[in-house]
């Protein structure tokens, strides 16, 4: 989607869903107004509250077609991502029990229950998200081998120096292709960041092991990333006409919900690290809904991403993930005890790649552990709300 269409489609303008719900109740009697105290004010006020978040999500993605938006995707834009879904969840949880009458009966309890159902799978993805954060904080520990390598504060750059940094760079690609292979988080976590001879025997002892199961694996071996989300997104469709009526527009938010936790679980699988990443899920959102455009952009161009050259083979579209890749590459190539003493342009380009490694780390140091936080409390929000939830509307049906 183009960013001027994209521009056109988030306008306030024109008529959302709940517009042409709002003139089909006001030509009805006022006790088919929705059940609880919000009625249709409440609903659409959670139209709005969720467009206003995901357009402020979609807007680096709306300007990288300008040549900006360098957040997308990074860890800084993951967690505005789970921040916006915990904001949903909140709402969502509230109109539930607002409306706990209503949805209680035919239809609708079968429509809530089955949004808390994919919730329940999706907890395997916030798992897999929390194991895929530990296995980048172990790629983490082979770059500060080669940060302490290469430390820029020194005057002139040894042969031991770079031959250490190589090492450093055997074992993060081996660990990275290990993992994506194999599926491992933390298989090579006791393993010497010193070892680098990669002979054909120590190369099938390391692929044995990246098929050993550590105590905190939280999926099982045969677990696919993509299977999941294909699990989640089966038989989501938007409300019919018919619907909407017999509900009174509450299947709307549970509709919008059910999308938002299917695009917040595909976003994360598509970034982080995990067993059996794929993006091939069906997703389609009808442009009535305010939040239709945000969310089928971002939708659009993180596909896009995923299909370039570059990115096909990675472990995840990260940007921190990228970044560490560009400058594995380079370094790996700069860092060569073969060209020891390094031409002044060589090293000064050596110096550049670490800097900007150096950062990196920065990033990954103070944004994996708020990430694994983020994640762990949408884990838990979701077992909550799943709760209180089919409790309170249990006790309403009784």
């Not at 989607?1 to 869903?17: D, F, I, T």
């Not at 229950?113 to 395997?124: C, I, M, N, P």
Request: aromatic share 6%.
């Amino acid at each position: 989607m183009p960013a001027a269409e994209y521009q056109r489609n988030s306008a306030p303008l024109g008529r959302s869903v709940l517009g042409v719900r709002r003139d089909q109740v006001h030509s009805m009697d006022a006790h088919h107004d929705c059940a609880g105290g919000g009625g249709l004010h409440e609903l659409e006020s959670f139209q709005r509250r969720v467009a206003d978040l995901f357009h402020d999500l979609a807007a680096p993605f709306a300007a990288s077609e300008a040549g900006g938006g360098g957040a997308v995707l990074s860890i800084s834009w993951l967690r505005k991502l789970l921040e916006a879904f915990l904001a949903c969840q909140v709402e969502f949880r509230g109109i539930v029990l607002n409306n706990r009458g209503a949805a209680s009966r035919p239809p609708l309890d079968r429509m809530v229950a089955e949004y808390f159902e994919r919730g329940v799978k999706a907890l395997d993805v916030c798992n897999a998200m929390r194991d895929g954060v530990e296995r980048v904080r172990q790629w983490r520990k082979y770059l500060e081998i080669v940060l302490a390598a290469l430390d820029s504060r020194q005057r002139g750059v040894g042969e031991g120096q770079l031959r250490r940094a190589k090492k450093a760079f055997a074992d993060l690609t081996i660990a990275m292709l290990d993992d994506k292979e194999a599926g491992s988080v933390l298989a090579h976590r006791n393993r010497s960041f010193g070892r680098s001879n990669v002979s054909g025997k120590d190369h099938h002892q390391r692929a044995s092991a990246a098929h050993t199961r550590s105590n905190s694996w939280s999926v099982s071996r045969s677990w696919s990333a993509v299977r999941q989300l294909q699990a989640i997104g089966n038989n989501l469709a938007a409300p019919r006409g018919n619907d909407i009526m017999a509900t009174n527009g509450l299947v709307i938010p549970v509709y919008t919900m059910n999308t938002v936790l299917l695009f917040v679980m595909w976003v994360l699988v598509a970034a982080i690290p995990c067993q059996d990443r794929g993006l091939q899920i069906h997703f389609s959102v009808p442009r009535s809904f305010l939040w239709a455009a945000p969310v089928t952009l971002m939708h659009e161009r993180i596909t896009e991403e995923s299909k370039k050259r570059e990115r096909r083979n990675s472990n995840g579209l990260l940007r921190e993930i990228h970044r560490i890749e560009m400058c594995s590459h380079h370094l790996a190539e700069l860092a060569d005890p073969s060209q020891h003493p390094l031409p002044d342009d060589r090293e000064a380009e050596l110096r550049q790649w670490v800097e900007e490694l150096a950062q990196v780390c920065n990033l990954l140091n103070d944004g994996l552990d708020p990430l694994e936080r983020q994640v762990r409390e949408v884990f838990h929000r979701i077992v909550r709300d799943r709760t209180d939830c089919l409790d309170s509307l249990g006790q309403a049906a009784s």
